[in-house]
Every structure is written in structure tokens, then in C-alpha cells.
Nanobody, 123 residues
Framework: QVQLVESGGGLVQPGGSLRLSCAASGSSFSINNLGWYRQAIGKERELVASGTSGYTTNYADSVKGRFTLSRDNAKNTVYLQMNSLKPEDTAVYYC?????????????????WGQGTQVTVSS
């Protein structure tokens, strides 16, 4: 069983920084594609940043130049570094990965979601 555990959210003033972490538990698991989404109150969930197994990354226009997606394969952890935060970045942030679980000689690939972490940008 694979679980994604997020951490790093909180309250920060405009212009501040936060780093979100998303750790995948479970052995024999590898992350292929990854992404961070966010959902503000009353809005649809949107893709903020995404990355492929080939380390190509893409960002929503609203966060380009401010957010950076990264991964540590040895720790099966993905990160979202958020700088120059704005009040409009306030949302619940979710990590999502497409990963492969190796078990009993078989490989199972599916998408997993974290539980979400609240980011609030306010003075």
C-alpha cells in the first residue's frame, strides 16, 4: 500500500516562502510523473506544476518564476518551493504522482493523491 504524506503548509506573509514536501511511503515504489495541484475556496482544482520521469517540468502561468518543482528519488519525495507568495496563492495544495508499485513479481502503475495541505498567504 502506498500513501503520500504532505507537509510544509502554513500561514505566511505576502512575499514570503514555503516549501511543500510530499513523501511516498511503501517499499518497492518508484515515482514516474508528478504534480502539485491547488484548490481555493469556491474554485476548481488547478494544476500548479508538473514533472515527468524525464525531469521535464511545466508550470501554470500564475506561478512561473516563483514556484519550483523538484524530486528526491532516493527518498521518494517531491517538493514544491514557493517564493514571492501572494494572497491569491492561498489554497489547499495537493501532490499527485503516477507511480509503480512492485509486488509479487508484478508491477502496478496508478495515480496517487496526497491528503492536502493548507497554504494561507495573508498579512
Amino acid at each position: 500500500q502506498v500513501q503520500l504524506v504532505e507537509s510544509g503548509g502554513g500561514l505566511v506573509q505576502p512575499g514570503g516562502s514555503l516549501r511543500l514536501s510530499c513523501a511516498a511511503s511503501g517499499s518497492s515504489f518508484s515515482i514516474n510523473n508528478l504534480g502539485w495541484y491547488r484548490q481555493a475556496i469556491g474554485k476548481e482544482r488547478e494544476l500548479v506544476a508538473s514533472g515527468t520521469s524525464g525531469y521535464t517540468t511545466n508550470y501554470a502561468d500564475s506561478v512561473k518564476g516563483r514556484f519550483t518543482l523538484s524530486r528526491d528519488n532516493a527518498k521518494n519525495t517531491v517538493y514544491l518551493q514557493m517564493n514571492s507568495l501572494k494572497p491569491e496563492d492561498t489554497a489547499v495544495y495537493y501532490c499527485s504522482v503516477v507511480g509503480t508499485l512492485y509486488s509479487g513479481g508484478s508491477a502496478y502503475t496508478q495515480r496517487y493523491w496526497g491528503q492536502g495541505t493548507q497554504v494561507t498567504v495573508s498579512s
